[in-house]
């Protein structure tokens, strides 16, 4: 894969996680794709991803994938982002977090995924004042 594909590949792919394209994101996903979260300290497979999806998505009103900075290199990517959640409360956190992902004829194949787990709580609306909306 070019530098293009790769950079278009990493936009679609969160451009569908934000808007809840779930089907575009099985599409995405190498069949063997498997995702390692640094917070779970485990991997799943990508078919375990998607059907994890709707109810992550129902905790939040809205999410987007902000401010990315994406690196490329051969077969992959790494992208530092913001996503910025609005609860259903109101309440609106952020939360920085990187992904390095390996990606093969078009599909993600493998993804790392890491972020700081004592700022998830204040993300989600737990803990802190609610802030005004």
Request: aromatic share 12%.
């Amino acid at each position: 894969m070019t530098d293009g594909e790769i950079r278009e590949l990493c936009h679609r792919f969160f451009d569908a996680y934000q808007d809840r394209r779930v089907d575009e994101l099985a599409e995405i996903y190498a069949p063997d794709c498997i995702i390692w979260h640094n917070v779970f300290g485990r991997e799943t497979t990508g078919a375990e991803n998607l059907a994890a999806l709707p109810k992550s998505y129902a905790g939040q009103r809205r999410r987007t994938y902000d401010d990315r900075t994406i690196n490329t290199f051969e077969g992959g990517f790494v992208i530092q982002y913001t996503l910025a959640g609005v609860q259903h409360d109101g309440h609106r956190g952020a939360l920085w977090i990187c992904i390095v992902a390996l990606c093969k004829d078009g599909k993600i194949t493998r993804i790392d995924e890491y972020m700081d787990s004592s700022k998830f709580a204040a993300w989600a609306g737990r803990g802190r004042p609610r802030s005004e909306s």
